[in-house]
């Protein structure tokens, strides 16, 4: 399974940007899809996570109530709609997906895309 992650970009502080995650290499995209986010000499944070059904959700307290996961699993596509960004917000985000079990740790997840990035300015 190949990930691609895309829709990051520059934003001012209190904007919104969606970001993606196309599957491919197979007809269905992995059970568990999650975000995690690295900012500059910060360890990988766990951002967002969704399972196939689309229920439950799962996020950082960080980013609850500003960011939405989201998936259309017709379009193998994950999804992760961000409002009222922050500088804080600012990093290389990762798409991730796994089958076996949900995790805030990123451990179960063996597939990643290659990162995007947000930069939030203030």
Do not use: H
């Not at 904007?15 to 999650?34: E, W």
């Not at 995690?36 to 196939?52: L, S």
């Not at 059904?53 to 500003?66: E, I, L």
């Amino acid at each position: 399974v190949q990930l691609q992650a895309s829709g990051g970009g520059l934003v001012q502080a209190g904007g919104s940007l969606r970001l993606s995650c196309v599957a491919s290499g197979r007809t269905d995209s992995p059970y568990f899809m999650a975000w995690f986010r690295q900012a500059p000499g910060k360890e990988r944070e766990f951002v967002a996570g969704i399972n196939w059904r689309g229920s439950p959700r799962y996020y950082a307290d960080s980013v609850r109530g500003r960011f939405t996961i989201s998936r259309d699993n017709v379009k193998l596509t994950a999804y992760l709609q961000m409002n009222s960004l922050k500088p804080e917000d600012t990093a290389v985000y990762y798409c991730a997906g796994g089958d076996s079990r949900f995790s805030y740790t990123g451990d179960s997840y063996p597939y990643w895309g290659q990162g995007t990035q947000v930069t939030v300015s203030s």
